[in-house]
C-alpha cells in the first residue's frame, strides 16, 4: 500500500472530522420546522415567523436577533433560490439557519447538541489504491436540470447536471451522472452494493476535482463521504439520480456512521 495515500487519506480524514464538528455545523442541528403563512412563534426562538411564495420572514417583536453582523430591529425578509445555499439568523448562542426546500424551513443549530457532544469520528474503510480509478467526464451539450428525490418523503432537489463520468471496475463499463462541484469540479451523489449494510442507506457523494483538458477524472472512492442526513434526522438531503446505483461494493470511504449504528 502507498504510504503516500494512507497519509494524504489521514490528512485528509482529520479535516473532514474537524469540519463536522463545527460547533455551529450538522452535527450541531437540534430542530426542523417547516413555515407555514401563518406567523408564530417556536419554543426558544425570538419573534414570529412565517412564509409566503416568495420569501421567509422575521417578526423579532423586540427580542434580540442579527443577521449578517447588523441587529434586526423590524420585519425582515429573506428570499432564498430552491435548493441553494441558507442564511442565519443569531439568537443568542444559537444559530437560526433558514432555506428554500420547496417551502421555506427553519433551522437551528446548537453548540451544546447531544449529538456533537457524543460525536467521536466518522468510521471509515482502510484506504487502498484500488479505490483511486481513473475515468472520463463527458460534457452534455447543454447543462441539463436533474430533478432527484430527498430523504424526506415528498420533497426533491433540482440540481444543474453538466455531463456523465464514464469509469471502468473490474472489466465492466459505468457511467455515473455528475453535478456542479467546487472550483469547477464535480458532485457524484451514489449509491453501491455497501449501501444500507456497512454504509449509509440513502446516498453517498464524491467530490471530482476539475476534469483535465481531454475530460481525464479521478475518482478517489477512498473519499467518499456522508451526507448530513447520514448524522442528523433534522437535514434535506438529496438522493442519488437515477442510474447513480453502483452494482458492486463500493469498500472505501466512510460507513454508517456510529450515531447510526444499533
Given at each position: 500500500?502507498?504510504?503516500q495515500?494512507?497519509?494524504?487519506?489521514q490528512?485528509?480524514?482529520?479535516?473532514?472530522e474537524?469540519?463536522?464538528a463545527?460547533?455551529?455545523?450538522?452535527?450541531?442541528?437540534v430542530?426542523?420546522?417547516?413555515?407555514?403563512?401563518?406567523?408564530r412563534?417556536?419554543?426558544?426562538?425570538?419573534g414570529?415567523w412565517?412564509?409566503?411564495?416568495?420569501?421567509?420572514?422575521?417578526?423579532?417583536?423586540?427580542?434580540?436577533?442579527?443577521h449578517?453582523?447588523?441587529?434586526?430591529?423590524?420585519?425582515?425578509?429573506?428570499?432564498?433560490v430552491?435548493?441553494?445555499?441558507?442564511?442565519?439568523?443569531?439568537?443568542?448562542?444559537?444559530?437560526?439557519e433558514?432555506?428554500?426546500?420547496g417551502?421555506?424551513?427553519?433551522?437551528?443549530?446548537?453548540?451544546?447538541?447531544?449529538?456533537?457532544?457524543?460525536?467521536?469520528?466518522?468510521?471509515?474503510?482502510?484506504?487502498?489504491?484500488?479505490?483511486?480509478?481513473?475515468?472520463r467526464?463527458?460534457a452534455?451539450?447543454q447543462?441539463?436540470p436533474?430533478?432527484?428525490?430527498?430523504?424526506?418523503?415528498?420533497?426533491?432537489?433540482?440540481?444543474?447536471?453538466?455531463?456523465?463520468?464514464?469509469?471502468?471496475?473490474?472489466g465492466?463499463?459505468?457511467?455515473?451522472?455528475a453535478?456542479?462541484?467546487?472550483?469547477?469540479?464535480?458532485?457524484?451523489?451514489?449509491?453501491d452494493a455497501?449501501?444500507?449494510?456497512?454504509t449509509y442507506a440513502a446516498?453517498r457523494?464524491?467530490?471530482?476535482?476539475?476534469?483535465?483538458?481531454d475530460?481525464?477524472?479521478?475518482?478517489?472512492?477512498?473519499?467518499a463521504?456522508n451526507?448530513p442526513?447520514?448524522?442528523?434526522?433534522?437535514?434535506?438531503?438529496?438522493?442519488?439520480?437515477?442510474?447513480?446505483?453502483?452494482?458492486?461494493?463500493?469498500?472505501?470511504?466512510?460507513?454508517?456512521?456510529?450515531?447510526?449504528?444499533?
Amino acid at each position: 500500500m502507498s504510504t503516500q495515500l494512507v497519509s494524504d487519506w489521514q490528512e485528509w480524514k482529520i479535516a473532514r472530522e474537524r469540519d463536522l464538528a463545527d460547533p455551529y455545523g450538522w452535527l450541531a442541528l437540534v430542530s426542523l420546522d417547516w413555515l407555514t403563512e401563518v406567523p408564530r412563534a417556536y419554543p426558544g426562538l425570538p419573534g414570529l415567523w412565517w412564509q409566503d411564495e416568495q420569501a421567509a420572514h422575521l417578526d423579532p417583536q423586540g427580542a434580540e436577533a442579527r443577521h449578517e453582523g447588523e441587529p434586526v430591529t423590524g420585519p425582515r425578509r429573506f428570499e432564498l433560490v430552491n435548493s441553494g445555499a441558507g442564511t442565519r439568523v443569531l439568537a443568542g448562542g444559537l444559530e437560526i439557519e433558514i432555506a428554500r426546500r420547496g417551502g421555506y424551513l427553519i433551522r437551528v443549530h446548537d453548540p451544546e447538541a447531544q449529538v456533537l457532544r457524543d460525536f467521536r469520528g466518522v468510521p471509515a474503510y482502510e484506504p487502498r489504491p484500488e479505490w483511486v480509478l481513473t475515468g472520463r467526464f463527458e460534457a452534455f451539450d447543454q447543462p441539463r436540470p436533474t430533478t432527484v428525490g430527498a430523504v424526506v418523503e415528498g420533497l426533491s432537489h433540482v440540481y444543474t447536471a453538466p455531463g456523465v463520468v464514464r469509469f471502468e471496475h473490474e472489466g465492466a463499463e459505468h457511467v455515473l451522472t455528475a453535478f456542479n462541484g467546487k472550483d469547477g469540479g464535480l458532485s457524484i451523489l451514489f449509491t453501491d452494493a455497501t449501501s444500507g449494510v456497512t454504509t449509509y442507506a440513502a446516498n453517498r457523494s464524491l467530490a471530482v476535482p476539475a476534469p483535465a483538458e481531454d475530460g481525464t477524472v479521478v475518482l478517489d472512492f477512498t473519499r467518499a463521504v456522508n451526507l448530513p442526513c447520514a448524522f442528523t434526522d433534522f437535514a434535506t438531503c438529496p438522493l442519488p439520480p437515477e442510474g447513480n446505483r453502483l452494482p458492486f461494493a463500493v469498500e472505501a470511504g466512510e460507513k454508517l456512521p456510529y450515531e447510526r449504528q444499533r
